[in-house]
């Protein structure tokens, strides 16, 4: 079993900074990929970000590539999104999530684990 626990978001100004961070519990948290998605009202959670236990890290959507980076601390248990240059459309609630599958990093199905999100506004 695996609890996550995001923290960091918050409102800011479009062109602004925010790092999230998402704090887990249980010994095996190095052994998971880790997953950023987000969720916009009246919308899809869609993918933001993954990375995998030896800090490899999926390719990024082309709405963040450039702007959001995501990495981990395994000593920590601690998995970060640095969101730079943030523009309005990026509102949304981000959650973390935790897959111990080896499927498709891009599907939210494979991952077990979800936080309970983070609210994230940018205000233009």
């Known amino acids: 079993q695996v609890q996550l626990v995001e923290s960091g978001g918050g409102l800011v100004q479009a062109g602004g900074s925010l790092r999230l961070s998402c704090a887990a519990s249980g010994r095996t948290f190095a052994t998971f990929r880790m997953g950023w998605f987000r969720q916009a009202p009246g919308k899809e959670r869609e993918f933001v970000a993954s990375?995998?236990?030896?800090?490899?890290?999926?390719p990024y959507p082309d709405s963040v590539k450039g702007r959001f980076t995501i990495s981990r601390d395994n000593a920590k248990n601690t998995v970060y999104l640095q969101m730079n240059s943030l523009k309005p459309e990026d509102t949304a609630v981000y959650y973390c999530?935790?897959?111990?599958?080896?499927?498709?990093?891009?599907?939210?199905?494979?991952?077990?684990?979800w936080g309970q999100g983070t609210q994230v506004t940018v205000s233009s």
């Open positions: 990375i995998n236990w030896g800090g490899g890290v999926t």
């Open positions: 999530a935790a897959s111990s599958g080896t499927g498709s990093a891009f599907s939210r199905r494979e991952y077990a684990y």
